[in-house]
């Protein structure tokens, strides 16, 4: 069966700089996507971006980036230039390509300070 | 363009009643469709996903059931509610069309607190 972690319960970042929020994942599979989702106080799930382990060039939305090591099984996300509006849960999530189950970390609570 | 609805948005219930929550989906055909619990603000547990009609896979055992009438209706119910059945409920839908990116869209959750 596929897991999700998130070491990182919690994290805070003065606005302006770069945080880094880690997911490491565990999976048999050779196909599948990994994602990362965004859970602003209003609870709505927002896609902030996504990886297709078939493609080696890391994916890039803006101000978010990710750190795709496939051997590892490490999936980071990068956000650069922090602004307030970034302060939300982020969740990482494993996606089969097989069944398209989508399984999710325990999330990040991720907080910008002024 | 594709959408999703779900409803209702809060739902305070007592022990023991039951539970319907619907979510429908426009814009699209033969989605994959999930239901989601999130309790106490932490991880999302997928309890339900459904391949077509009819098509059900339970991933959690527990006091709740899924149906799928339409082709684009999916309902999680309860017979008689337990307080642990407490929490947000996201519904989510995936296009299955080619070139339909494969990603998982989420509905805007229900609140249930069962009293």
């Known amino acids: 069966a596929q897991t999700v972690t998130q070491s990182q319960p919690e994290m805070s970042v003065q606005e302006a700089e770069t945080v880094t929020l880690s997911c490491t994942y565990d999976?048999?599979?050779?196909?599948?996507?990994l994602f990362w989702y965004k859970q602003p106080p209003s609870r709505q799930m927002i896609l902030v971006i996504r990886?297709?382990?078939?493609?080696?060039q890391n994916a890039t939305e803006n101000r978010f980036s990710v750190n795709f090591q496939k051997a590892a099984k490490s999936f980071s996300l990068k956000i650069s230039d922090s602004q307030l509006g970034d302060t939300a849960m982020y969740f990482c999530?494993?996606?089969?390509?097989?069944?398209?189950?989508?399984?999710f970390g325990q999330g990040t609570t991720l907080q910008v300070k002024p | 363009s594709q959408t999703i609805h779900q409803w209702p948005a809060t739902l305070v219930q007592p022990v023991g009643s039951p539970l319907s929550l619907e979510c429908t989906v426009e814009?699209?055909?033969?989605?994959?469709l999930y239901w989601y619990r999130q309790a106490a603000g932490r991880g999302l547990q997928l309890l339900f996903y459904?391949?077509?009609?009819?098509?059900i896979s339970s991933e959690v055992p527990q006091n709740l059931s899924a149906s799928r009438p339409q082709d684009r209706q999916f309902i999680l119910s309860s017979k008689k509610l337990l307080l642990s059945d407490s929490g947000f409920y996201l519904c989510?839908?995936?296009?299955?069309?080619?070139?339909?990116?494969?990603?998982?869209?989420f509905g805007e959750g229900s609140w249930l607190t069962v009293v």
């Open positions: 989510a839908w995936r296009g299955t069309a080619p070139n339909s990116g494969n990603t998982i869209y």
């Open positions: 999976t048999s599979e050779n196909n599948y996507y």
């Open positions: 990886q297709e382990a078939y493609k080696q």
């Open positions: 999530a494993f996606m089969s390509s097989n069944t398209g189950k989508l399984i």
């Open positions: 814009g699209t055909s033969n989605p994959n």
């Open positions: 459904s391949v077509g009609i009819g098509q």
